[in-house]
């Protein structure tokens, strides 16, 4: 029960940092205080905020529970390959929309849409898919923060009651503190769960007595020494990932976030020290996955999860898809840090680790922010609520907004039957990963349309559907070979994996994007181009 | 020159990330941490210098003049 308490009391410390940001701003009802903080966050915040924002459940509970089913190759997929392509748009595409937000006051991408390429309703369209896109993100905190709970009590607080604590308390500081309280919690997180990793590694690895003999034993059983490795994972596959990250910036809550710098010169040690601060975070988190394949027999749960892993990969083949489901279930790993935590640390130590892991899962309250904001400003004052009803009112919209969606997201959450990782990637990323030519379009290419923007969204949204409705339709196969539906001449068109859907051996988050740039520049070439004035707005030259 | 030589950079380093050479190997460095991992691990401090060369070397400063220039102009407006 220590841990827990330990737990309780950071939410409470979290709580009070978001009313002490609703304190320091009493009086000022504005929306850019509110939504943006009055862009004026110095670099330490700007850094650890802008990074803890996009960590979420995943980043400590999805990646050590992917490593220990898939093994190392965890780390390239998703933390290095990040560590290149994140850094990289933030400082191509981040500073450019933090200059535009400055210089003509946009508070959300969708303004900088409708302004660049002269258009209302598109607009509108791009909101409803994002906002579509950006739900996930958020369930995946709720169920983060109910799986934490529930496990850290070992049981004694339910996974229901453990996720409404969690979205009661991010409601919370963010419906009262706006992105201040926001900026200044995600700071205090980032900097917990930065030295949670390293914690976690030496306090585990002192308690298993060194990692030398659990990765020489790994190394030495047929079964797990795959795990050290990548041979499960074709490079098509890994290839694909790398895609991923593209996801980042075009996420709302990213971009709004890099508007929230007073200076552009905060952007500097973001872009430098971004991969630092992934490594810090994922290596620990990786390693200790891999590794707790290893303690079978100190850990019962361990065991049974291996077991589940086991019979799935030798009877799979042979089993109803609900069967098959269930082992998927039981084999997932999604706990197994805390797992080690509890067996390896001591009680006030793992309650505080607890924390830790609580600072990542907590990372969705940017999410329910960024979207009250869109829905304000893109829908609330677009369609004329700011002038009919004042700045208070959209305020308050925004607040009631928070409430509505934390409550949505929460009722999801207790129904969702996926794994934390599987429902982040599979939804939220490819689909956000799709989108990133929009931003591409509108800063850097003149000859970008409205029309192209469209034709994105749609594509995009056709896209994520259609991947979701293909995954429900055709069950997934057991492990090993996929279940092939299309093939040309002996090449894989269509195939279901285990994991999720191959295209030409791509993830399909690879033809979503290459699509997408093909859409842009296809039917922006057909297509009339905004008046010059805004495009020299843009990128300068003549205005007449 | 300075330009062309940081995209070839960024390139190299995200080919680099596919380092199907080590994709079967289980050997441990320093008894412990898988070659793979390892390998991604300093990919990723590969990765902080490259962003390090690119903030030192191609730093849009003209983002910053606009937006000074923008505030000076909306500061003389009536």
């Given at each position: 029960m220590i841990p827990a308490i330990v737990v309780f009391l950071y939410l409470a410390a979290v709580l009070y940092i978001g009313i002490f940001a609703f304190r320091r701003a009493r009086g000022r009802e504005e929306a850019e205080d509110y939504f943006l903080a009055s862009r004026s966050l110095g670099p330490f915040v700007f850094l650890f905020s802008l990074f803890g924002t996009n960590m979420t459940a995943f980043a400590i509970l999805g990646s050590s529970g992917h490593a220990f089913s898939n093994g190392i190759v965890t780390f390239g997929l998703m933390a290095s390959a990040s560590g290149l392509v994140i850094p990289l748009t933030i400082f191509l595409i981040g500073t450019r929309v933090w200059a535009l937000g400055k210089k003509y006051g946009f508070m959300t991408p969708v303004q900088m849409f409708r302004d660049r390429w002269e258009c209302t309703h598109i607009g509108?369209?791009?909101?409803?898919?994002?906002?579509?896109?950006?739900?996930?993100?958020?369930?995946?905190?709720?169920?983060?923060?109910?799986?934490?709970?529930?496990?850290?009590?070992?049981?004694t607080v339910p996974f229901w009651f453990g996720g409404a604590i969690v979205a009661m308390v991010v409601m919370s500081y963010v419906f009262f503190g706006g992105m201040r309280g926001t900026a200044w919690v995600n700071t205090f997180q980032t900097i917990l769960f930065l030295c949670f990793g390293a914690i976690a590694l030496i306090v585990i690895g002192y308690g298993m007595g060194g990692f030398r003999s659990a990765a020489q034993a790994m190394q030495g059983a047929p079964a797990l020494a795959p795990l050290l490795t990548r041979e499960r994972i074709s490079p098509y596959y890994f290839f694909s990932y790398t895609f991923i990250p593209l996801s980042a910036i075009a996420f709302p809550h990213i971009l709004i976030f890099c508007l929230t710098a007073r200076k552009i010169t905060q952007f500097r040690k973001?872009?430098?020290f971004y991969p630092i601060c992934i490594l810090a975070i994922w290596l620990p988190c990786v390693f200790l996955g891999v590794m707790a394949n290893n303690r079978a027999n100190d850990i019962p749960q361990i065991k049974d999860k291996q077991e589940a892993r086991r019979v799935l990969a030798t009877q799979g083949r042979t089993m109803e898809p609900e069967q098959r489901d269930q082992l998927r279930d039981q084999a997932a790993g999604d706990d197994v840090i805390m797992l080690l935590l509890q067996r390896y640390a001591p009680l006030w130590l793992a309650g505080l680790l607890g924390a830790g892991i609580m600072a990542a899962v907590m990372a969705s309250d940017s999410q329910i922010l960024a979207l009250s904001t869109m829905f304000t400003e893109d829908v609330f004052a677009f369609y004329g609520g700011k002038t009919r009803f004042g700045e208070s009112v959209q305020v308050q919209t925004g607040r009631i907004?928070?409430?509505?969606?934390?409550?949505?997201?929460?009722?999801?959450?207790?129904?969702?039957?996926?794994?934390?990782?599987?429902?982040a990637i599979q939804y939220a990323f490819s689909g956000f990963a799709s989108l990133s030519p929009l931003l591409i379009g509108a800063l850097f290419w003149r000859g970008s349309t409205k029309w192209g923007a469209l034709a994105v969204t749609v594509w995009t949204a056709s896209a994520v559907v259609a991947v979701a409705v293909f995954q429900s339709v055709v069950p997934a196969p057991a492990p090993g070979p996929a279940t092939v539906l299309w093939s040309v001449g002996g090449t894989e068109v269509l195939a279901r994996t285990p994991g999720g859907t191959a295209v030409f051996g791509f993830m399909p988050v690879v033809p979503m994007v290459l699509v997408s740039a093909l859409l842009m520049i296809v039917v922006s070439l057909a297509t009339r181009k905004p008046a010059a004035s805004t495009i020299a707005k843009y990128f300068g030259g003549d205005r007449s | 020159m300075k330009r062309i030589l940081l995209v070839v950079a960024v390139v190299a380093l995200y080919v680099l990330h596919q380092d199907i050479w080590f994709w079967r190997s289980s050997y441990l460095v320093f008894g412990f941490i898988p070659i793979g991992l390892f390998y991604h691990a300093m990919f990723s401090f590969a990765a902080a210098l490259l962003m390090w060369l690119l903030v030192t070397f191609a730093w849009p400063s003209h983002l910053e003049r606009e937006v000074e220039e923008a505030e000076r102009e909306e500061d003389r407006a009536p």
């Open positions: 509108t369209v791009i909101f409803v898919v994002q906002a579509a896109m950006l739900v996930p993100y958020i369930i995946i905190g709720i169920m983060g923060g109910g799986t934490t709970l529930s496990t850290i009590s070992g049981g973001t872009v430098i907004f928070i409430i509505l969606i934390t409550l949505f997201a929460y009722i999801v959450a207790l129904q969702a039957p996926e794994t934390i990782f599987e429902l | -």
